[in-house]
């Protein structure tokens, strides 16, 4: 089992003056078409590592606990898509770890 984010030089989220924000994402989350048909819904809790440019590092995002593990690779690919505000300390872009719910959720 992998040992998780490289987490050397990382800022913990509670110091930092801008905490990171998902500003976009290349792509709305796709669901999984054989969970979808079942009527499945679902969450998954990633553990990412956020760069000073604010985008995820690819090799250190991480599930952290699911629901269902169906789940797990649309989140993943969703996440890596996205774009964050670059977290900051007394004004300087940093890496730091944050934790993402991913909601699977069916239309209504």
């Known amino acids: 089992m992998p040992a998780g984010p490289d987490t050397a030089s990382v800022v913990g989220s509670t110091v930092l003056d801008r905490i990171p924000r998902i500003v976009a994402c290349g792509g709305p989350l796709a669901y999984p078409e054989g969970l979808r048909k079942a009527h499945i819904t679902g969450r ?3 553990d990412v590592v956020i760069g000073p440019d604010g985008s995820p590092e690819r090799q250190n995002v991480w599930v952290e606990e699911s629901t269902n593990s169906g789940f797990n690779k649309a ?3 969703f996440l890596r898509s996205c774009r964050f505000t670059p977290p900051t300390r007394h004004g300087t872009r940093v ?3 944050l934790y993402v719910p991913i909601e699977f959720k069916l239309d209504e």
């Open 44 to 46: 998954v809790l990633l």
């Open 75 to 77: 989140a993943l690919a």
């Open 95 to 97: 890496r730091t770890r």
